[in-house]
T-cell receptor, first 115, second 113 residues
Framework: GAVVSQHPSRVICKSGTSVKIECRSL??????MFWYRQFPKKSLMLMAT?????????EQGVEKDKFLINHASLTLSTLTVTSAHPEDSSFYIC???????????FGPGTRLTVL | GNSVTQMEGPVTLSEEAFLTINCTYT??????LFWYVQYPGEGLQLLLK?????DKGSNKGFEATYRKETTSFHLEKGSVQVSDSAVYFC????????????FGTGTRLKVLA
């Protein structure tokens, strides 16, 4: 089946620094990827749709300058949390849309802790 | 707009009990429907899916049938195990061409030995 990886799986950073999270589709090309945020014991909140070769589409209420998304190739999307603060601490999950199956495949998630 | 309503948890069952987790949806068009499972500290794993009315998805003893007449996709398992303890999410694929998924709030299942 289609596999999506995320790196890193866990990251701890100091307040004010920026953190980059990578999402890769390992065995298929994905023109569309998605970034979700999950708070403890809560559902997934869609942050943005990442489109290869064009700007990301952000959901209402998500700061695009805070959460920078780049989808530079058909197998890689990155989420950069800029000037991170403790309230940005969360579990971030990406998914990639596999066109043939018309289905999203999810990465294992990245746990971000901002001190 | 499209939406998913999932029963509130947590659900606590004894091992070998019957499980039902209710999921209903509102959608225009014909979405695909999914159940995902999330174990502690991990990402989402697809449990099963159905792409059209009357389809039954099944995997690892879990089943769900796409019921268009009742707009439901309830998850069932005849005999749960302790290892089934996890959070279960119902989801549908957006029908407006965005490829987005809409998730329910999740139901936490705890199975006691």
């Amino acid at each position: 089946g289609a596999v999506v990886s995320q790196h890193p799986s866990r990251v701890i950073c100091k307040s004010g620094t920026s953190v980059k999270i990578e999402c890769r589709s390992l065995d298929f090309q994905a023109t569309t990827m998605f970034w979700y945020r999950q708070f403890p014991k809560k559902s997934l909140m869609l942050m943005a749709t990442s489109n290869e070769g064009s700007k990301a589409t952000y959901e209402q209420g998500v700061e695009k300058d805070k959460f920078l998304i780049n989808h530079a190739s058909l197998t890689l999307s990155t989420l950069t949390v800029t000037s991170a603060h403790p309230e940005d601490s969360s579990f971030y999950i990406c998914s990639a849309n596999q066109v043939t199956y018309n289905e999203q495949f999810f990465g294992p998630g990245t746990r971000l802790t901002v001190l | 707009g499209n939406s998913v309503t999932q029963m509130e948890g947590p659900v606590t069952l004894s091992e070998e009990a019957f499980l039902t987790i209710n999921c209903t949806y509102t959608a225009t068009g014909y979405p695909s429907l999914f159940w995902y499972v999330q174990y502690p500290g991990e990402g989402l794993q697809l449990l099963l899916k159905a792409t059209k009315a009357d389809d039954k998805g099944s995997n690892k003893g879990f089943e769900a049938t796409y019921r268009k007449e009742t707009t439901s996709f309830h998850l069932e398992k005849g005999s749960v195990q302790v290892s089934d303890s996890a959070v279960y999410f119902c989801a549908l694929s957006d029908t407006s061409g965005t490829y987005k998924y809409i998730f329910g709030t999740g139901t936490r299942l705890k199975v006691l030995a």
